[in-house]
């Protein structure tokens, strides 16, 4: 009997205080990537080839989500860029187009390799 007083008084006594405890928190979503975008990228400090007879070094490639803003020397990188460390790299920037198609012509005199199952495949 006294120890189901006693557990009755404490409930009662603590129950409150973990209920307040738990009204007090709040729970906030953490501040991500979708609230706190990335205005662009600056990679700096790298060695840029602007044509092949031009090479930068210690040039900026500024880049704002898919283009290529500014390329050069002593370039003033905006507020809210991502600065990226680039020493010791090389950067094309545009030189090479990753959706530029090209026709290629078979030259008919070499020969043709064969494939890995004995069968010769044919030029067409």
């Not at 709040?26 to 060695?47: H, T, W, Y």
């Not at 790299?89 to 090209?102: M, N």
Request: aromatic fraction near 4%; charge should be neutral; glycine fraction near 6%.
């Amino acid at each position: 009997m006294r120890h189901t007083l006693f557990l009755s008084i404490l409930c009662a006594v603590l129950l409150p205080t973990a209920l307040q405890a738990q009204s007090d928190t709040e729970a906030k979503p953490v501040v991500g990537l979708r609230e706190n975008p990335v205005q662009g990228f600056a990679f700096v400090n790298a060695e840029v080839v602007v044509s092949p007879s031009r090479i930068l070094s210690d040039a900026t490639v500024l880049v704002e989500g898919a283009s290529i803003t500014a390329v050069g020397q002593q370039q003033v990188i905006p507020a809210g860029y991502q600065v990226i460390n680039c020493e010791g790299k090389r950067i094309y920037p545009g030189l090479i187009d990753a959706w530029s198609e090209s026709d290629a012509t078979v030259n008919q005199s070499l020969p043709v390799p064969s494939s890995r199952s004995g069968t010769r495949a044919r030029a067409r």
